[in-house]
Each structure stands twice: as structure tokens, then as C-alpha cells.
């Protein structure tokens, strides 16, 4: 790159560099605030104790004691991962094995199942909640893990169907041709070549739905409300706002600990996601 095409895109970068401290700039007063004492932090704003730390610069590790120890969130966040990472798992395996099947087997009523699959990502599942919760009752699934899995599952399973049979259709034809012609079986073609090949798919949709899953209130509101041993992250510091609103140390420690893993996870595995988005774009 020549020296002039450097100096052109230098606005380009400061403005990018701009948006971007704009952007971190709650996260980062959300990290100093859980970290301040109480009065330190009803006295004065989070900016402070990075600009006087001679002065507001006191920091505790008290505020992440309370909440993980006192306030229950050590095992809510410990019932986030069992009820993330099982979700997630379930919904990728059934939605690849799906979107495989739309894409690449000939069977009867193939496009209207498509068709179906895609009209039932635009159904609010607001509309879902009431029924679905009597279903549960009747089965004894609400306030279990197994109930809230299956919720997440089918709530997530048509989005997720949609973007790997998008990726699935777009792979070339003469691979399953080959692998056909030497043998393989189309369970063997879906192992042996579409899982390695869509890795970057793969793991953007793992993304979506952990971070949905992990952040959502809603559907743990309704199937878990009213049991709080089984209680996620967020239904717990809804209920923390609640009881608690006026203590703003706790509430700040409690919201950085929701937000912790989501953000390990996005930034570790931000390579894939981008591939997995771009995946697909163009074709040949």
C-alpha cells in the first residue's frame, strides 16, 4: 500500500477508532462501577476513578463476593452454561442434519417442509408461550432443564435451519458425486465432507444461539419463572433490579458477570463468525 493511500485512509481509521471507544465506553464504566465501593460509587461518576484515582480510585473485590456468594448468582451462572451449552449442542446437531437433508436428499414434500421452515422464523413466539407452557404442565417439563432445552431448541431450530441449508445448497455438487461413486453413504457425505467444510457456518450459527440462549428473559421468564433453583443468569438479576434497585454496586458486579461469557466467547471465536457471515456470499 503507497504511502498517499495511507495518509487518505487515516480519517477513515480515526473515525473507526472513535465508534469504537463509543461503543466499549458503557462496557468499560460497567467494569470500573462493579469494582468501586458503594458510597464511592453514589458519590461520583464511574470517570472519575480513571481521571483522580488519587482520589475515587478505590477498588474492591467485595461487590463480585456479595453477588456470586450471598446473592445467588454463583449458581444462576453455573444454570446459564447447563442450559446454554445443551441448547446450543441440541439445536446445531438437529438443524445440520435438517438443513442436510433439505439440501442435498430427494424425498416428497421436500420444498413445502422448506417453505414451512422459513414461514415459521417470522411467527412471534409470544404467540407460542401460553400453549406451549400448558403442554409443559401437563408433561411436567416446566422448571426443568430438560423442558427449558427442548423451548430454546424449537424456538431457535428454524433460523438456524434456514442459514446452514443456505450454506449446505451452495456447496459443489461433484463433491457428493465423487463420494457417492466411491461408496459413501449420505450419512457418511454429511460427515465426512459437509460438517469439515462448514466449520465457519458451523460455528457463526453456534454464536447466534448460545448468545441468544444466554441473554434471553423471556422464555426462561415464562418455563422457569417460578423456580428458582434451576434460574439463569438473567432471570435472577431481573429479580436482583427488583429486590434490590437500590444497590447499584451489586447490580453493576451482577450485570458484568452476565455479560462476561458472551463476550469470551464472540471475541474468541470472532474469526469463524466473520468467515461463517461471509460464508456463501458468492458462489463458484
Do not use: C
Not at 500500500?1 to 473507526?16: C, D, E, F, G, I
Not at 464504566?29 to 464511592?40: H, K, T, Y
Not at 400453549?131 to 408433561?139: A, D, E, G, K, T
Amino acid at each position: 500500500m503507497s504511502a498517499s493511500r495511507k495518509v487518505r485512509r487515516v480519517p477513515l481509521h480515526l473515525v473507526v477508532i472513535v465508534l469504537a471507544l463509543i461503543w466499549l465506553s458503557p462496557s468499560l464504566g460497567l467494569l470500573v462501577s462493579s469494582f468501586r465501593p458503594r458510597q464511592d460509587l453514589l458519590a461520583s461518576g464511574w470517570w472519575t476513578a480513571v481521571a483522580t484515582p488519587s482520589e475515587w480510585g478505590r477498588f474492591t473485590t467485595g461487590n463480585y463476593q456479595d453477588v456470586l456468594l450471598r446473592q445467588g448468582m454463583g449458581r444462576a451462572f453455573l444454570n446459564s452454561f447447563i442450559i446454554t451449552v445443551p441448547t446450543t449442542l441440541i439445536t446445531l446437531t438437529i438443524a445440520a442434519l435438517a438443513a442436510y437433508a433439505l439440501s442435498w436428499m430427494e424425498f416428497r414434500g421436500r420444498q413445502v417442509l422448506l417453505m414451512t421452515v422459513v414461514g415459521l422464523i417470522v411467527i412471534p413466539l409470544q404467540m407460542t408461550l401460553i400453549p406451549v407452557l400448558r403442554m409443559f404442565n401437563v408433561l411436567r417439563l416446566s422448571g426443568t432443564f430438560p423442558g427449558i432445552w427442548l423451548a430454546h431448541a424449537g424456538y431457535g431450530l428454524p433460523l438456524m435451519i434456514y442459514l446452514l441449508r443456505n450454506f449446505f445448497g451452495a456447496l459443489p455438487r461433484e463433491l457428493f458425486e465423487s463420494a457417492y461413486m466411491d461408496g459413501a453413504t449420505p450419512f457418511t457425505a454429511f460427515l465426512r465432507l459437509v460438517l469439515p467444510l462448514s466449520v465457519p457456518v458451523l460455528a457463526s450459527a453456534a454464536i447466534f444461539q448460545f448468545l441468544w440462549v444466554w441473554n434471553d428473559l423471556l422464555v426462561a421468564l415464562v418455563y422457569l419463572g417460578g423456580y428458582s433453583e434451576v434460574a439463569p443468569l438473567t432471570l435472577r438479576l431481573s429479580l436482583l433490579v427488583g429486590s434490590r434497585g437500590q444497590d447499584w454496586h451489586l447490580l453493576t458486579s451482577a450485570a458484568f458477570v452476565s455479560m462476561i461469557v458472551p463476550m469470551v466467547v464472540f471475541f474468541s471465536l470472532q474469526r469463524y463468525f466473520v468467515r461463517g457471515i461471509l460464508a456463501g456470499a458468492v458462489k463458484g
